[in-house]
């Protein structure tokens, strides 16, 4: 007999955030470039996925400008933050940023596969191909194959995030 559902339902959602919150994740940016517009947003619902085919998913709130872009140019990247780069994840977590200047100044490459931001600073940064989506609630669930992989700046420590604040390795 499986138990009931119904225990998932009565969860209060800032307690479950406040749970979840225990899970120290990486932080990274995901960019895309969409009709010549580019769009990046901080991201820390990111994992590898499968070694064959190469294989990674992130997760995009539906509400956010950069869901609409990415479904629609189905070529993304990935740049994985440094300890250094609190304040680039600051900016694109920020909703409704300007939409001129939108990648804020940040020093970048254009991925040779995807044409996305790459950060200068980052640690590792990943271009994909949208291999497939997902529904996942308030946010889509997207399975990029892997294009490409570097690592511009690997001397550098990851940023985290862990109970709601930015966090480094001790």
Not at 55 to 60: D, G, P, R, S
Not at 136 to 162: K, N
Request: net charge neutral; charged share 20%; hydrophobic share 40%.
């Amino acid at each position: 007999m499986q138990p009931s559902d119904q225990s998932a339902v009565q969860l209060d959602p800032r307690e479950f955030r406040r749970v979840l919150g225990r899970f120290a994740t990486g932080v990274a940016i995901v960019s895309t470039v969409a009709d010549g517009v580019d769009y990046a947003m901080t991201i820390n619902a990111f994992t590898s996925v499968s070694l064959d085919p190469l294989l990674v998913l992130f997760c995009a709130d539906k509400n956010a400008r950069l869901h609409g872009a990415v479904l629609k140019s189905g070529r993304w990247a990935v740049s994985v933050l440094p300890e250094s780069a609190r304040d680039l994840s600051e900016w694109f977590a920020t909703r409704g940023r300007p939409l001129d200047g939108r990648l804020g100044g940040h020093p970048f490459t254009r991925g040779e596969h995807t044409g996305a931001a790459i950060f200068t600073e980052a640690l590792a940064a990943l271009e994909c191909r949208t291999h497939a989506v997902h529904d996942g609630g308030d946010h889509s669930i997207v399975v990029g194959r892997v294009l490409a992989a570097s690592t511009p700046a690997p001397q550098h420590r990851p940023l985290l995030y862990f109970e709601g604040r930015y966090r480094t390795l001790a």
